[in-house]
């Protein structure tokens, strides 16, 4: 009777209990996991904490120095779905003329086949072996793909010349989906000594896989000028104007400036600062590859383009390419379009980021540091560049309150520099390929690079000191270092006066 009487008060009690319970730990589980979704939860910060090394930024950084160093250098398996913030694309307005007087958008790349094409350029360097011209094709290729270009020349009315390009893959491409080319179309004889096709500055070319569909190309620049005088008559291959640089010009300067693909809310003061103290330094010329910026960038990078010191450069991928599947913007791909833009311009490229200074210890300008330089090297016509240690330079550090300007007053740094995150300025007629850090190729395998001494110049690098690759790095250890100082009254006055000649244009219309 008693165990009847169990059987039908105490185990369906139990049951309805447990099941109470049940219900009570789904709905409080369904409840959190509700909170945990709601787009105003700001929970993402626990998920991605953020790293202080170089290779593994978030994308978005905030400083005073405006948002900066937003890269994403992990393998692709690697990337959190969130890492990516969402901004609008901006499109720099650049326009280019064509023969008849009318103009177009620039356009940043042309599709031949799978393969985007960037420029072309007529590589005619003296240096080069035997005296052979080509056609060096900056490109954009998938690393799977077996596909190739194909150069084809007009020669007579219905006479085409085709030659196969010389595939080279990029030494930092870093196993990326897609990754930076040179293709190299040896130029025929028949070509080059045929006095009636001296006008020549478009090439047709095609993919290997589909050799019948030809793409007409301007040639951007050649790699090497005679003097103006000769110009005229000469029997090479001309280009069309590339830059802002005078074609009256005949001399070549002796310092150009590279920046890579530039993007986000770039501070306008801090990128005064930064050309008008890289012009202080010696820099004739700026090259700036435009990838994405505000509106007040633009105005301003066009201020000093009108004035002829800086070539702005749009750089907008296919559509089709997503931002991880390439290096850091295709920076290693305007790397090489920059040499080869400014070969025949320049003694001298540096390649630098915009929170960066290449600043002599002891001389004033790199033109007398290279000097100096010079006179150290015994063997001065076999250098073909130069390589400088950096110094990291904090900018949440104590700013020096004696100073007006953002970088006079940063003067703390690491005393011991990396020399991994080197940077290079080299002479563009002795280098094929040109990497990030180090020189990938150079034409005469005798040529070699000058690790230069500290002691004489280094790069001052703005940014938090990081160790990553570098076990010798001791980030703790700062010491004061007034070097930029030297050319603070200088900076100081040409800074108020940009500001005083470009304030109209941030003025609202009235």
């Not at 008849?100 to 620039?106: A, C």
Request: proline share 5%.
């Amino acid at each position: 009777m008693r165990v009847s009487l169990v059987y039908k008060l105490v185990l369906p009690g139990i049951l309805v209990i447990y099941t109470c319970v049940m219900v009570s730990l789904h709905l409080s589980f369904h409840q959190r996991a509700i909170v945990v979704t709601q787009p105003n939860q700001n929970f993402l910060p626990q998920l991605l904490p953020e790293s202080s090394d170089e290779e593994q930024q978030v994308y978005r950084q905030e400083s005073h120095f405006g948002v900066y160093n937003q890269k994403d250098r992990r393998p692709l398996h690697d990337l959190h779905p969130y890492r990516k913030f969402k901004h609008e694309h901006q499109t720099l307005k650049l326009m280019e003329s064509l023969d008849d007087g009318s103009t177009l958008q620039t356009k940043s790349s042309t599709s031949v086949g799978n393969i985007s094409v960037f420029s072309v350029y007529h590589d005619n360097r003296p240096t080069l072996k035997n005296g052979q011209s080509f056609m060096r094709i900056i490109g954009l290729k998938r690393f799977n793909s077996v596909e190739g270009l194909i150069c084809h020349f007009s020669y007579g009315h219905s006479t085409w010349l085709k030659v196969h390009a010389h595939s080279y893959e990029m030494c930092e491409n870093h196993g990326r989906y897609y990754g930076g080319w040179i293709f190299s179309c040896e130029i025929p004889e028949e070509i080059l000594n045929n006095t009636v096709l001296t006008k020549l500055t478009k090439i047709s070319i095609s993919s290997t896989l589909h050799p019948e569909k030809l793409v007409k190309l301007k040639i951007t620049a050649p790699t090497f000028k005679k003097s103006f005088e000769k110009s005229i008559n000469s029997d090479t291959i001309p280009s069309i104007s590339h830059s802002n640089l005078e074609s009256k010009n005949s001399q070549k300067q002796k310092f150009g400036l590279c920046l890579p693909p530039i993007f986000g809310d770039i501070s306008l003061s801090l990128l005064i600062q930064f050309i008008e103290l890289s012009k202080i330094l010696g820099a004739s010329h700026l090259t700036f590859y435009i990838y994405d910026i505000t509106d007040a960038v633009e105005k301003l990078l066009m201020f000093y383009k009108e004035k002829g010191e800086v070539t702005l450069v749009d750089w907008r991928l296919s559509p089709q390419i997503n931002e991880r599947e390439i290096w850091y913007h295709g920076q290693l791909l305007a790397i090489q379009d920059c040499l080869y833009r400014h070969m025949a311009d320049f003694e001298y490229l540096l390649f630098v980021d915009l929170d960066e200074f290449l600043l002599p210890a002891n001389n004033y300008t790199w033109s007398d540091m290279v000097h100096s330089l010079e006179k150290i090297e015994n063997d001065s016509p076999n250098v073909a560049g130069f390589s400088f240690k950096s110094a990291f330079f904090d900018p949440k550090q104590v700013p020096d309150p004696s100073q007006q300007l953002t970088f006079l007053q940063l003067l703390q740094r690491n005393k011991v520099l990396s020399s991994v995150r080197t940077k290079l300025m080299v002479a563009p007629q002795k280098i094929f390929e040109l990497g990030i850090h180090h020189v990938s190729k150079t034409i005469d395998k005798d040529t070699r690079i000058v690790e230069v001494d500290p002691d004489i110049a280094k790069i001052h690098h703005y940014r938090p000191c990081i160790i990553n690759y570098e076990p010798d790095m001791k980030c703790y250890s700062e010491e004061r270092d007034e070097t930029i100082l030297k050319y603070a009254v200088h900076l100081v006055e040409n800074y108020q006066i940009i500001i005083r000649e470009t304030l109209d244009l941030f003025v609202p219309d009235r």
